[in-house]
């Protein structure tokens, strides 16, 4: 049965303020409930499973509630929840880093390993690789004699939130997490036609040693094309597997398909894209972290053992920093990016409960800030990952609008939580839609859509 878990706040004080005419493209508080009634007796939705609840932000009168406290599938707008969480407990100017550590080149040549370390960026993508690529080569160095090992202790426990094993599939959005992360964990698998009846030719983007390709894709004549694009784990790498047909006159066609070991994937990029501006890497790509520095202690006088201290921690070689969290919640809420709502509840976990962190950690200071700072009515939300996939998520529409009014009241909130939802005919998933009508560059909202939840 379809569910509909319908939201509806921050929109009627602006129409009134304005002075609109009642009209059922513009209701007013006096009109709302018959209209809404009406819409909700349609034929169309009258089997429905709905929950409403309307509220007036600025002095926080109901308007309209109907089954508002039942718990519903929130779908992708679980994502306002956990970007609320992160905003209100990081900040709108944290950012993300990712460093390199390694010894001082000598006329260019750095002897030994160079280790990378993340913290969960969730935007690096692949540009942004290029460019910390870039800061060794004009640092000066030449060649790195030993291995890159990939740091990725700031996460751990599974890659995956529950729901995600409902989806065996390599679809791009059912990426796992991962603290070192390139390119959203996917990768853009190109498929052009050549000659008929020859192989087409296939790009993987970005590319390296660690993702390799199997089957093959037939250019044909007159077949219209069907392509089957999948990647698979083998022996702890990832492979491409394709086959099926594309047809000569067609444009190239592109794939974005999720890998497997982040850390490495990431790594054997970065290995590529040194290698392709000239810096010579002697080693391999393996996993392991950063040495703690040793403790020290200090002899008495009497033969004693004083207190142990730990050595200050190394200086990275270079280091970079993701855009402001503002920026990156406008990525996760405007295109319901799940990847990134996922680096984000971790990264939140961590900085809240201490590192490694872990999506337990990042349900527990998610939950934390709706009871402790929202203070959302009983029944509790259920939040079982951070973008809403599948149906282990429940909220009411009650929860939704507690949260909306009070990300709206908080002046710290207000402006960059708004600014990272789609804007009606605008941007972000709503930009075909509402393109006519009131709501048309005024409405600012997040959208969400399952099988089951629209």
């Not at 009134?16 to 059922?24: I, L, Q, R």
Request: net charge negative.
């Amino acid at each position: 049965m379809l569910q509909i878990l319908s939201m509806i706040a921050l929109i009627l004080t602006q129409a009134e303020a304005e002075g609109v005419s009642p009209t059922p493209a513009n209701p007013t508080v006096e009109n709302l409930p018959g209209l809404l009634d009406s819409l909700l007796n349609d034929p169309a939705v009258a089997d429905a499973q709905t929950s409403l609840h309307v509220v007036r932000v600025s002095d926080g009168k109901v308007l309209y509630a109907k089954n508002e406290n039942e718990l519903r599938v929130p779908a992708s707008t679980i994502k306002l929840f956990t970007t609320a969480a992160a905003l209100d407990e990081l900040g709108p100017d944290y950012r993300f880093k990712t460093e390199i550590y390694g010894a001082p080149p000598n006329a260019g040549i750095i002897s030994g390993d160079i280790h990378l370390k993340g913290y969960g960026d969730p935007w690096l993508v692949p540009e942004r690789f290029w460019y910390f690529a870039n800061r060794l080569k004009y640092s000066g160095v030449t060649q790195i004699d030993g291995d890159i090992i990939i740091d990725e202790s700031y996460f751990d426990g599974p890659a995956t939130a529950a729901g995600q094993e409902q989806d065996s599939s390599s679809s791009a959005y059912m990426a796992p997490a991962g603290a070192l992360s390139v390119g959203f964990n996917a990768v853009l698998v190109h498929i052009l036609p050549t000659t008929p009846g020859q192989p087409a030719r296939i790009a993987i983007e970005p590319s390296s040693d660690q993702i390799s390709v199997e089957g093959s894709v037939t250019t044909s004549e007159r077949t219209r094309t069907r392509v089957n694009v999948e990647v698979v784990e083998k022996d702890g790498r990832n492979v491409v597997v394709v086959e099926g047909y594309i047809l000569q006159s067609d444009k190239p066609r592109g794939y974005w398909r999720r890998i497997q070991h982040p850390g490495l994937h990431s790594g054997a990029v970065f290995k590529a894209m040194l290698q392709s501006i000239g810096i010579e890497v002697q080693g391999s790509v393996r996993l392991g972290t950063l040495p703690v520095p040793a403790k020290t202690t200090t002899a008495q006088t009497d033969g004693a053992v004083g207190e142990a201290t730990q050595a200050a921690a190394p200086e990275p070689m270079i280091s970079m920093t993701s855009p402001r969290l503002s920026d990156l919640m406008e990525k996760v809420n405007k295109y319901s990016n799940n990847f990134m709502s996922g680096q984000l509840a971790r990264a939140l976990g961590a900085e809240t409960f201490g590192a490694p962190g872990n999506w337990d950690k990042g349900e527990k200071a998610i939950q934390k800030f709706l009871q402790e700072r929202v203070q959302v009515s009983a029944p509790l939300p259920i939040i079982k990952n951070a973008s809403g996939l599948h149906d282990v998520n429940r909220v009411s529409s009650k929860h939704v609008t507690e949260l909306l009014c009070f990300m709206a009241r908080d002046p710290k909130h207000e402006i960059e939580f708004l600014n990272s939802m789609a804007v009606a005919g605008g941007v972000g998933t709503l930009q075909s839609r509402m393109e006519e009508g009131s709501a048309h560059q005024v409405l600012r909202a997040k959208t969400g859509t399952l099988s089951i939840a629209s």
